[in-house]
């Protein structure tokens, strides 16, 4: 049996009061396109009332990376884990504007539910797109990418799936790289086995904008869940 994975508190919630318009935007579209977590696997097909590869996003922010990608691949099924409630209430309206079937949202920790709901060998692929780096030292054990999570990751993912990482933080980049190549049930997609350039279906995200302003160079980390022997 696999022990349970060391608690990472990758972010913190700070208070903060959401509008009008967003709370009932959670209110109204949540009972429609929110997912809720009662303690045992999430049924897939019963969620999206078919079957199709599923993609999982962590930490989607406001959505708008998210929101693209499940119009622009209308044949997969996407799930987002945000904390955030004000994010939440902006993807879920895009949801509705756009009048998408095939993208889910979850509010709540990530690690516990990707432990939790999820069956093994259940994702086509697990996107994390730039998250907190946690660039103070003292904090370095805050970041989500570690051998943990790692060895987690690569239970739910299917042989050939594919962890998608992406940040703007050299040292974050490094260390994630370094923890990756370690586990040996990954492979680089990387040609020279460091990191991959942008990939097309990866719009650029906020975050992703504001650190080339900052002139900080983006780093894509790509590996694919290797076949089981």
């Known amino acids: ?3 349970p994975l060391r608690t990472i508190k990758s972010y ?9 318009v967003k709370n009932a935007a959670i209110t109204e579209f949540g009972p429609h396109y929110g997912l809720e977590f009662n303690g045992g696997l999430w049924d897939l097909e019963k969620i999206f009332l078919r079957q199709a590869p599923l993609v999982l996003e962590i930490g989607f922010g406001e959505g ?7 119009e622009n691949a209308p044949e997969l099924n996407f799930i987002g884990i945000e904390v955030f409630r004000s994010g939440v209430a902006k993807l879920l ?14 509010i ?5 539910i990707l432990e939790k709901a999820f069956e093994p060998h259940s994702l086509h692929r697990l996107q994390l797109y730039f998250p907190d780096p946690w660039p ?9 990418v570690q051998t943990d999570f790692v060895n987690l ?3 739910r993912l299917k042989p050939g799936g594919i962890f998608h990482m992406a940040t703007d933080w050299q040292a974050y980049a490094e260390s994630s790289l370094a923890y990756l190549q370690a586990n040996p049930k990954f492979s680089n997609c990387a040609k020279d086995s460091a990191f991959c ?8 995200t906020k975050f992703e904008k504001r650190g080339k302003l900052l002139g900080h160079e983006i780093y894509d980390l790509i590996f694919e869940r290797k076949s089981e022997l």
């Open 93 to 106: 309206t895009g949801i509705a504007d756009r009048k998408l079937t095939n993208l889910r949202v979850f």
């Open 108 to 112: 709540g920790d990530a690690v516990n």
């Open 197 to 204: 350039s942008r990939p097309m279906d990866r719009p650029e």
């Open 64 to 70: 708008s990376t998210l929101l693209t990608m499940a």
């Open 1 to 3: 049996m696999t022990p």
């Open 12 to 20: 913190v919630k700070r208070n903060g009061r959401m509008g009008a």
């Open 136 to 144: 103070k030292k003292r904090h370095f054990k805050r970041r989500l």
């Open 153 to 155: 990751i690569a239970t």
